[in-house]
């Protein structure tokens, strides 16, 4: 069984940082790329990153580059997703998910696994 479990969500003010986490509680191992994906009410859920197995290499969506960073330590069973300089427009259910199509893993339905999301609020 592979049960994902993101934490770290919470209110914070536009500029601040927040670290958001998502871990493995399911019984089975799971040897798969991880992403973020983020869906705000009433829109659509969008890609946010993600990070391959060996956590080598990394994608990101153009929106949040150079303010997001997507790691993952495996020994823990956990991804994280460091982001700095939040923005008013950027509240929403934050999402990871694991074991996409790897020809199309920014699209949130070729996903196999998905955490409960964890809520970010953003206020100005």
């Known amino acids: 069984q592979v049960q994902l479990v993101e934490s770290g969500g919470g209110l914070v003010q536009a500029g601040d940082s927040l670290r958001l986490s998502c871990a493995n509680s399911?019984?089975?191992?799971?040897?798969?790329?991880m992403a973020w994906f983020r869906q705000a009410p009433g829109k659509e859920r969008d890609f946010v990153a993600i990070?391959?197995?060996?956590?080598?290499?990394?994608y990101y969506a153009d929106s949040v580059k150079g303010r997001f960073t997507i790691s993952r330590e495996n020994a823990k069973n956990t991804v994280y997703l460091q982001m700095n300089s939040l923005k008013p427009e950027e509240p929403a259910v934050y999402y990871c998910?694991?074991?996409?199509?790897?020809?199309?893993?920014?699209?949130?339905?070729?996903?196999?696994?998905w955490g409960q999301g964890t809520q970010v609020t953003v206020s100005s």
């Open positions: 399911g019984r089975t191992f799971l040897r798969s790329p």
């Open positions: 998910a694991a074991s996409p199509l790897l020809s199309d893993y920014d699209d949130p339905r070729t996903y196999n696994y």
């Open positions: 990070i391959m197995w060996s956590g080598g290499s990394a």
